[in-house]
């Protein structure tokens, strides 16, 4: 009787015959694939890709934020490095993106292509990429025998989970330097786990991506840190094979002194100035519900309790595996099978490094004035540690596919409701850019509960405090400010003779729009003085905003432009003129007074 052909079920869960045992590729077990699994991961990724551009487009964004980096590459171009106002204005860093705006500023000057027409795609580039490396850490997880044959499933429900996930999209463009940020952190989490501690490209690589993450925002620090530590406890461990070319391997952390030095000879600070401007006080009253509104935004209590089933039932194998790292710590150099397996420490300091990131914008910095941007990074971590989670329960595939398919359901009505309710939402609306949309009102009773819960903290985040603003109001407070400003065309033209002065609060498209005006940022983020000036205690705080100038500071500059309608703006004559002394003598004279008060 002749055999009828196998389903695409049966294709799609069909093991190859070596499947049963792992590949191993520098010590790392790395699952071997048949010819067909292979077809199957290009296919999967290519339609990951197809998703992602699709949401990209769908969540397309420009934030005004992002035209602040976009001037610094503008006078940059114009002759000036990376400043604010040009001279005779003190140089301020009021970005928090070197690496970004040094990619900007190249793109430009080599493909003739201007930040706003380059940025999102070059997000689009880094969150593809993302996906790749999330993609090859699913290969690399140790699997059981009992989910090895549906590997291809669980990394297609991943590879779904990830690119339908509102936050992966939403900051798969905005203009920031976000989705490259990602990339960076997730290459260092891929290069400390999954490459083998023994190879000479662990070393490389893991520093490398440390660098670069550092590079791209001040915070990846932290990870410069936890790599210092690991490259010292693995040259402990490995002293016989400490050489010349480990520490060459090691070098591009010299990327992050070297940066240091340029930022203390050209702006004579240790940390950008935008760190001064948002950093007022720990805010964990702000964190606490940043981070909560993220768990039920994704239903990440699904993901919280089955860590929790892990930690308890499988305590005493992570008792063991602890007592053996610390062991093997105390006798530095004395195993002789370390370089055939992962050290479970550098795994744990890894895991601690993107933990204690987390907890420092929560509980430090309050979260952010963005839509969940500081736990994005996070979102691949989640799906991916969700099926290890499941390797290590060892239930059987049916049902771990159903739980995996749960939390992913799951994870859509909040976020999507959300979407359905303002993604329509015009510049009409930006009588208040902070203005929060309730989702309860559109579920159904029995479930409105959870939706009354996620709108409470919304409205204590958003219009109080300012704190995860959507990223609709982002896009339209964007639109809004390029329909006021006149293109940067037309901007360009406009003379700088007598060192013209504007105000503004929200400073990016004005800044871009107007290349030749000197902008006084009353936020603080591109102001030396507005950025250290104390902030009144008894005032309401609000996240990035909470700066205000001292009296009589930007009249020491005497303003003479002004917005006198759309896309037109007044250059008045000042009564008595502006020169380059009034200048240096302002602000020099200003930012002694900062220190006394």
Known sequence: MKKSAPGFFELFTQKCKTA???DVWEGQPFVRLSKREKLFL????????????????LFWFLTDDAYISFRYVSNSILGYGYVWNPPPFRPVEGYTNFLWIVVLDAVWRVFNVAPPQSANYLSLFFSFSTLVLGAFMVLRIHWNSSLRPYLMIFLGMVLLGITTNRTFLAWSSSGLETAMFNFFITLWIYSCIF???????WIFFTALSAALTSLTRPDGLLLVAATVLMLGLTFLKQKHKLDLKSFLLASPLLLIVLHLIWRINFYGQWLPNAYYAKHVAPWPQAGLRYGLSFILEYALWIWLALLLF???TKFPDILKTARAGFSNLIAIGSDKNYEHRTDPLITLVASSTLIAHTLYYTFIIGGDHFEYRVYSHLILFIFISFIWLLNKVKLKAYISITSLAIFILLSYPVPWTHWLLTHRIGTESIDKPT?????????????????????????????GHYVCVRHHQHKVFHLWQISRFPSREQGISVPADGYPVMVQFGVGVAGWALPRINIIDVSG?????IARTPHDPNSPRHIAHDRKPPDGYVESFMPNVWLTGMKRIKIGQ????????????????????????
Do not use: M
């Not at 983020?525 to 003085?529: A, K, Y």
């Open 20 to 22: 049963s045992e792992p």
């Open 435 to 463: 203005k929060y949309v309730p989702i309860s009102d559109h579920w159904p009773r029995f479930v409105s509960w959870y939706g009354k819960a996620f709108d409470s903290l919304q409205l204590w985040l958003i219009e």
């Open 42 to 57: 290009v296919i999967l990724l290519c339609t990951a890709g197809v998703l992602l551009y699709f949401g990209w487009r």
């Open 195 to 201: 490459i083998h501690q023994s190879s000479k490209r």
């Open 574 to 597: 000042r009564k008595v003129p502006l020169t380059k002394e009034n200048i240096i003598e302002s602000e020099q004279g200003w930012a002694e007074k900062i220190k006394k008060l």
């Open 525 to 529: 983020l591109n102001d030396f003085v």
């Open 310 to 312: 892990v930690l308890i």
